[in-house]
């Protein structure tokens, strides 16, 4: 399976906050603005606050992924920047930046040209959906877009406190991204980022956001999708931009998970040749349920959100609050008449398409894993790619294979996410803790270690999984199936040895005790 050490491995580092030591875990491949605003998370400070950070003896730390890490007896402190410590020419710019935005106000009254704008921004959306603009007026178009969207966005009133990235208002009001989503460097991937694309091995930690969402933009082409779906190739940008933008910066459920998802997934398509045996909507299901399975995951589970009472559980009485969350999420991204990807499709066959892409993602609920697969074993000495019931069972247990795949990727690639998952587990157990609600073990910091989190998950969860598709598809044998054999037999062979460093100090600390009773 290859060294358990990465170069991608994520960094840690040790803060000071109000006088308790937390943990923050990035990738060495975030930019410095992505590690700040996690920082400033990590510390309870507003995001897009000027911070500094400092080591205990007050020297200044470089805040990028070269930063040296330290350890908890050794902790730095984010300190936010008061107006005087920004300088001079900060104020200046901040002032200039004030005078333009009232005389801007003022010039385009935007609270009286509401409706005008809303219909200049119809016509160009229109335009560049049906009259097929050339590239230099395509461009024109979207940068004309952008200004009418800025004015209208600088008018949104207040928003009421929400966990979600979206207000989910009852009085019937369309939903807008809580911010304008800005446009993406266009990268050619090579032949053989093209070739790896198709194979479990590909390499998630090497890439850059906006590079993923140039590889999931070339998926959805290569599947033919966009001519199947009669796609505005604009509008596919925006829409995966969108996505982007609502997964947040959790240890594990963030945009980066998404994008392993959706790769596995069109790997698997690739490997079981699925193009020969579903039809193009039920690629398009597939990919796009993948892409939106966790969007904005809060980084606590399901078990949290009843026990606690979140506003999530109380929605969605207890059910699947979560999964139910990402369905909503997807779609109110998906009503955006910039965003919406379906838009050229017929509103009957849409119907379908959003049911299936619902079932999709209710299923990986984990709670329903042994419904989904029991069900699936059921159709598998009969199975028929012609019956539909069939189809969307092993559909649903597609995506769920493809949830839970780090495993199948090499050692190197899969470990750190679960470094990553822990995280995200402790934060969770921590939280639970302090709140006085249950924790489950395999969460709980004091009681779980890798080996003990992963022997299990895989022996009994994924390899009986991955064998049952196996039966259908026997080309993921060596490629996916074995892959599993061998981290199973990584991780037992990492529980003996701590088994026996465990047993080991035991007897040290015995001998010791005997030694000391003998003296007297």
């Not at 193009?280 to 589970?301: E, F, K, Q, R, S």
Request: charged share 25%; net charge negative.
């Amino acid at each position: 399976m290859g060294s358990s050490s990465s170069s991608y491995a994520p960094k840690t580092i040790y803060l000071n906050v109000d006088g308790k030591v937390q943990k923050v875990v990035f990738s060495r491949h975030c930019s410095p603005c992505d590690i700040k605003e996690l920082l400033c998370s990590s510390s309870n400070i507003p995001r897009n606050t000027a911070i500094m950070m400092v080591d205990p003896e007050g020297a200044l730390v470089s805040i990028d992924p070269t930063m040296p890490t330290n350890s908890p007896n050794s902790l730095y402190k984010v300190v936010p920047l008061s107006t005087g410590q920004l300088g001079e020419k900060e104020d200046m710019f901040q002032n200039v930046l004030t005078q333009v935005a009232e005389q801007f106000s003022r010039a385009f009254r935007v609270n009286e040209l509401k409706t005008e704008v809303t219909n200049r921004l119809a016509m160009l959306e229109k335009r560049v959906e049906l009259e097929g603009l050339k590239v230099v007026e395509i461009e024109k178009c979207k940068n004309d877009l952008k200004k009418l969207r800025d004015e209208m966005t600088s008018r949104g009133g207040g928003r009421v406190n929400c966990p979600c990235k979206y207000n989910f208002s009852d009085d019937g009001k369309k939903l807008t991204p809580r911010r304008d989503v800005p446009n993406y460097p266009k990268y050619t991937l090579s032949q053989e980022t093209i070739e790896a694309l198709k194979k479990p091995t590909f390499d998630v930690w090497h890439w850059e956001h906006n590079e993923m969402l140039s590889c999931l933009e070339y998926m959805y082409h290569d599947l033919g999708l966009v001519k199947e779906f009669n796609m505005n190739p604009i509008t596919l940008k925006r829409w995966l931009l969108g996505i982007q933008e609502n997964y947040r910066t959790n240890p594990f459920h963030n945009f980066r998970h998404c994008f392993c998802v959706s790769q596995m997934m069109y790997g698997m398509i690739h490997l079981c040749n699925l193009q020969e045996k579903l039809t193009l909507t039920d690629m398009g299901i597939l990919m796009t349920a993948a892409v939106c399975h966790d969007l904005d995951h809060p980084g606590y589970n399901n078990t949290y959100q009843i026990n606690a009472r979140t506003e999530l559980a109380v929605r969605y009485n207890d059910i699947s609050p979560l999964e139910n969350h990402h369905c909503a999420v997807a779609f109110q991204i998906l009503s955006l008449p910039e965003c919406n990807i379906f838009a050229n499709v017929d509103p009957e066959a849409f119907k379908q398409i959003r049911q299936a892409i619902i079932t999709l993602i209710l299923a990986t609920d984990m709670a329903r894993h042994g419904e989904i697969l029991d069900s699936f074993k059921q159709k598998m000495d009969n199975f028929d790619f012609t019956n539909e019931e069939h189809v969307t069972c092993l559909k649903m247990v597609l995506i769920k294979c493809c949830d839970i795949s780090n495993e199948v990727r090499p050692t190197e690639v899969a470990e750190p996410w679960v470094d990553c998952l822990l995280e995200e587990y402790f934060m969770q157990s921590d939280r639970e803790k302090s709140e006085g609600l249950p924790v489950a073990p395999f969460m709980d910091r004091d009681k779980v270690t890798k080996p003990t989190a992963q022997i299990g998950f895989i022996k009994f969860v994924l390899i009986p999984m991955f064998e049952t598709v196996m039966k259908l598809f026997p080309q993921i044998e060596e490629i996916m199936v074995q892959p599993l054999r061998d981290s199973r037999d990584h991780y037992e062979e990492l529980k003996q040895i701590d088994d026996a460093m465990t047993e080991a100090q035991k007897k040290k600390t015995e001998n010791m005790s005997l030694g000391g009773k003998k003296k007297k």
